[in-house]
């Protein structure tokens, strides 16, 4: 069974950092593409960042490129999201996918699997 299960959210003042981890079991994690996106309330699930390890790429968005880093440590089965210099418009519910196709992508409909999604308030 494919399980995803985030964690890592809380509040922050705005400046501050936060590290999401995406905790993945139930699949080869190495073949698999892990992306995360967010969601604010009244506003569509957005994708922000992805990892390929079985192509080698990465992805930001624009809105958190040059602030938001992701890594994967597959010892670990785990990916992270490291994110810095956070602004109140960060605020949001994060959830992690995974893509069996292993390429990824800014679109959910990219995602067969989603974890249950971990809070992130940035305050001003």
């Known amino acids: 069974e494919v399980q995803l299960v985030e964690s890592g959210g809380g509040l922050v003042q705005a400046g501050g950092s936060l590290r999401l981890s995406c905790a993945a079991s139930?699949?080869?994690?190495?073949?698999?593409?892990i992306g995360w996106f967010r969601q604010a309330p009244g506003k569509e699930r957005e994708g922000v960042s992805y990892?390929?390890?079985?192509?080698?790429?990465?992805y930001y968005s624009n809105s958190v490129k040059g602030r938001f880093t992701i890594s994967s440590d597959s010892a670990k089965n785990t990916v992270y999201l490291q994110m810095n210099s956070l602004k109140p418009e960060d605020t949001a519910v994060y959830y992690c996918?995974?893509?069996?196709?292993?390429?990824?992508?800014?679109?959910?409909?990219?995602?067969?699997?989603w974890g249950q999604g971990t809070q992130v308030t940035v305050s001003s």
């Open positions: 996918a995974a893509d069996p196709k292993g390429w990824g992508g800014v679109g959910t409909y990219e995602y067969d699997y």
């Open positions: 139930g699949f080869p994690f190495d073949e698999y593409a």
């Open positions: 990892i390929s390890s079985k192509h080698g790429t990465t």
